[in-house]
């Protein structure tokens, strides 16, 4: 049975291309009377694993041998063919099933560790060690897979709805990355990425003050880019730090790849910093979030050994302090109730639409999958 993509319509959605301004000013006294509607879809209306982009992990880790990991409530194996080629398949052999990351790299091949089949890139089987006929139903499910970063990516769906994305309009030649971090928190998948529309609890959260209107937009059909600007205002060495070193004001701007990749830029006036967030369902209560901190590559080698370094380092620190309150709420639960959302926390009933509207996903399998 093919499995649709779910593809669900609500009010208030938003289409490509849109450009909104929100309403969610900075408030004062203003106080939003408590019978305007707010529209936000039932939390059955979100796959437990979307169809999107995810990390697979180290790209070393398969340096020598294929790895296997239970991911998206399946396992999975990833490999490095001798030609350098990257495969992410179905961990299960089709045989008997065995667990091919416990078997070896066979040329351009991944080979069982059972009976020896083996199977290329695309999932198919192209040898048995008895010289029995191939039987049609001797192949892998393949994910398109990249390598990017040292880290290896891959697709949860038999072809990439869109390429492995990266921040807006930066080329990720230029950009190195610090060692990531991963935390694992008791909530839904798509609560990690509304906490970038959740308005209201920068302040408390992240003693920052919205000052000005947030901006959002959909550049793809399969991306929202929401930013605003916020006053760091803050008592702490950090962000005492941070107004000297980068100004007292800071736009935050982050762009949402199905609600599994985010890629935030923070522009202060004399700096900036770049931080990606990816999120890997562990089922319909809990994600395991992996932050991934960048900063651009020197152009002088004396700086790519001595600045660059240093600077990730400084930025991965201060990011993960800066995400710390999110994540310690976070890992203690947060809960999804529509019914529960105000007024006030309408930039979020946007995003949760947005997300419903275009992410499809499974409860299980592979979304677009065929099975076998
Ligand atoms: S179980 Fe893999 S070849 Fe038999
Ligand atoms: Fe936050």
Redesign the pocket.
């Known amino acids: 049975m093919s499995e649709p993509l779910k593809q669900p319509q609500f009010p208030g959605s938003i289409s490509t291309g849109d450009t909104l301004q929100s309403t969610s000013q900075p408030r004062g006294s203003e106080t939003r009377a408590l019978s305007e509607a707010v529209h936000a879809p039932p939390a059955e209306r979100f796959p437990t694993y979307p169809t999107a982009w995810y990390p697979f992990g180290q790209a070393r880790e398969i340096r020598h041998r294929p790895v296997s990991k239970d991911l998206l409530g399946r396992r999975l194996v990833a490999f490095r063919t001798a030609g350098g080629q990257i495969g992410v398949l179905d961990a299960h ?6 667990d ?1 990351g416990r078997g070896c790299v066979a040329g351009d091949t991944v080979q ?6 083996r199977y290329g890139v695309d999932g198919l089987c192209s040898h048995i060690y008895t010289g029995d006929l191939i039987p049609p139903a001797a192949r892998q499910r393949s994910y398109p897979a990249v390598e990017r970063h040292g880290l290896v990516f891959f697709f949860n769906g038999p072809e990439a709805l869109y390429p492995l994305p990266f921040f807006d309009g930066a080329d990720p030649d230029d950009f190195i990355r610090a060692r990531p971090f991963g935390m694992t928190l008791r909530c839904p998948w798509w609560l990690v990425g509304a906490n970038a529309c959740d308005l209201q609890h920068f302040l408390g959260a992240h003693d920052r003050r919205l000052a000005g209107p947030a901006q959002v937009s959909c550049p793809t059909p399969y991306s929202r880019r929401a930013s605003a600007p916020f006053a760091v205002v803050g008592a702490s060495w950090r962000d005492r730090f941070t107004r000297w070193v980068g100004g007292p004001e800071v736009e935050l701007s982050v762009t949402d790849w199905s609600g599994t990749m985010l890629f935030v830029t923070a522009r202060f006036r004399r700096t900036r910093s770049y931080g990606l967030l990816t999120s890997l369902s562990l089922g319909r209560d809990s994600v395991f979030v992996r932050g991934i901190v960048f900063v651009k590559r020197s152009r002088f080698s004396l700086g790519r050994w001595l600045l660059d370094p240093v600077n990730l380092w400084l930025r991965r620190y201060f990011i993960k302090e800066f995400l710390r309150p999110d994540a310690e709420l976070a890992a203690r639960g947060l809960r999804y109730d529509p019914d529960r959302l105000l007024p006030c926390d309408d930039e979020m009933a946007s995003y949760f639409t947005w997300l419903a509207q275009t992410t499809g996903g499974s409860d299980g399998g592979i979304a677009g999958w065929t099975e076998a």
């Open positions: 052999c089709s045989h008997l099933g065995a091919l069982c560790p059972f009976h020896n089949w």
